[in-house]
């Protein structure tokens, strides 16, 4: 194109002023202009992109699964042009980013400031969602990427934080199209939160630590009546009772087990 253009304009300097036309002047001046305007080197430029470039890159990125180059460019988005529509849903969709990214903490963190520089935004109960997302997989125990194991058996604290999460998005946004899957997904939370409690009052159970057993199983009904986890602290109250030699306790513990309903973890109340 350059060496064309080059070409041109030295038979454009050759030929005598009176024999040019005005056409052939304009001509050679628009393939200068053009050769200028699509120069690559500012096209692949993201410095120079503008907001409205930045979020459809960023978009295609993210709608191809490429979250790490989604994230580059939103938060090239916000930096550069840190005010206007564009900007504020970059900042939603980096946190989803990077909750696809496998960075939880990053992504609750980002919830989290959409949620405080935005709160009347339209789309702010996904933020509330995404925070419980974000949390109910995060993996609080580094063996947790490399062994199996029940959820009830790991440390509960990001399934506290998530069940929380999705509890904050039901009372403020009961309304809201993610209340009915955040509102199921507390109830698994919730079960899950009371078998650890269970799993706990076993061990104990197994180390002959029956005032410990009675207490854990003690919390598990008070904290969490109509789950299956309840019949199961009745059940460890019942036997550490008679190990303790409680048998009246035991009795009545026993009378509590038979008049309880077996619930199924599918619909179980919340």
């Known amino acids: 194109m350059?060496?064309?253009?080059?070409?041109?304009?030295?038979?454009?300097?050759?030929?005598?002023?009176?024999?040019?036309?005005?056409?052939?002047?304009?001509?050679?001046?628009?393939?200068?202009?053009?050769?200028?305007?699509?120069?690559?080197?500012?096209?692949?430029?993201?410095?120079?992109?503008?907001?409205?470039?930045?979020?459809?890159?960023?978009?295609?990125?993210?709608?191809?699964?490429?979250?790490?180059?989604?994230?580059?460019?939103?938060?090239?988005?916000?930096?550069?042009?840190?005010?206007?529509?564009?900007?504020?849903?970059?900042?939603?969709?980096?946190?989803?980013?990077?909750?696809?990214?496998?960075?939880?903490?990053?992504?609750?963190?980002?919830?989290?400031?959409?949620?405080?520089?935005?709160?009347?935004?339209?789309?702010?109960?996904?933020?509330?969602?995404?925070r419980g997302l974000a949390s109910a997989s995060k993996k609080d125990d580094p063996l947790d990427s490399f062994v199996s194991m029940a959820s009830s058996l790991k440390d509960p604290s990001s399934t506290q934080k998530s069940y929380n999460y999705f509890a904050a998005l039901v009372k403020k946004f009961p309304t809201s199209q993610y209340a009915a899957d955040a509102v199921q997904r507390m109830g698994h939370l919730r079960n899950s939160l009371a078998m650890h409690e269970i799993h706990v009052a076993d061990y104990y159970a197994k180390r002959g630590a029956y005032v410990a057993v009675v207490n854990r199983a003690k919390y598990v009904v008070s904290n969490f009546p109509r789950t299956p986890a309840s019949r199961l602290g009745l059940k460890l109250m019942v036997d550490a009772y008679k190990e303790l030699k409680l048998n009246d306790l035991a009795a009545d513990a026993q009378r509590v087990l038979d008049v309880n309903p077996v619930v199924s973890a599918q619909g179980m109340a919340n």
């Open 2 to 130: 350059h060496f064309n253009l080059r070409v041109t304009l030295m038979s454009f300097m050759s030929k005598p002023i009176s024999t040019l036309t005005s056409a052939t002047f304009a001509m050679v001046m628009l393939l200068g202009l053009g050769a200028c305007a699509t120069s690559p080197d500012e096209e692949d430029d993201i410095s120079k992109w503008s907001a409205q470039k930045l979020f459809k890159e960023a978009k295609l990125a993210l709608d191809a699964s490429d979250y790490e180059v989604a994230i580059e460019h939103y938060e090239t988005l916000e930096a550069k042009y840190p005010f206007g529509r564009y900007a504020e849903q970059a900042q939603l969709d980096t946190a989803y980013a990077y909750f696809k990214f496998n960075e939880p903490d990053t992504a609750i963190a980002s919830a989290d400031r959409f949620i405080k520089l935005h709160p009347r935004h339209a789309n702010v109960d996904y933020a509330y969602y995404l």
